[in-house]
């Protein structure tokens, strides 16, 4: 099971700081990821990150500076700190784990981050 946390409204150039609570299983086995989704659009990668944390990526140029994917492989939980917030990082925020040692995969419910002022 995958929970979020930590969405909420903020003026441009704020931050947020995003949680995903993972449980239901062994953490460290799964590669987590981030997306986003907006009304009438498919979900967008935001950045991902191995269960070992030597690699991370984030997806695009546009957030590649703001946000920071990262993971605590001890509490079971992801993270996403997004910072220099703009209106178009509007989302939806949904969590992802993929099983590295097989083809299962799990989503979140999302968190709604808006920014506006």
């Known amino acids: 099971q995958l929970v979020e946390s930590g969405g909420g409204l903020v003026q441009p150039g704020g931050s947020l700081n995003l949680s995903c609570a993972f449980s239901?299983?062994?953490?460290?086995?799964?590669?987590m990821g981030w997306y986003r989704q907006t009304p009438g659009n498919q979900r967008e990668l935001v950045a991902t990150?191995?269960?070992?944390?030597?690699?991370?990526?984030t997806n695009s140029e546009s957030v590649k500076d703001r946000f920071t994917i990262t993971r605590d492989n001890d509490k079971d939980e992801l993270y996403l700190q997004m910072n220099s917030l703009r209106p178009e990082d509007t989302a939806d925020y949904l969590c992802?784990?993929?099983?590295?040692?097989?083809?299962?995969?799990?989503w979140g419910q999302g968190t709604q981050g808006t920014v506006s002022s």
């Open positions: 992802h784990a993929k099983f590295a040692l097989g083809p299962s995969d799990y």
């Open positions: 239901g299983g062994t953490f460290k086995l799964y590669d």
């Open positions: 990150i191995t269960r070992g944390r030597r690699f991370t990526t």
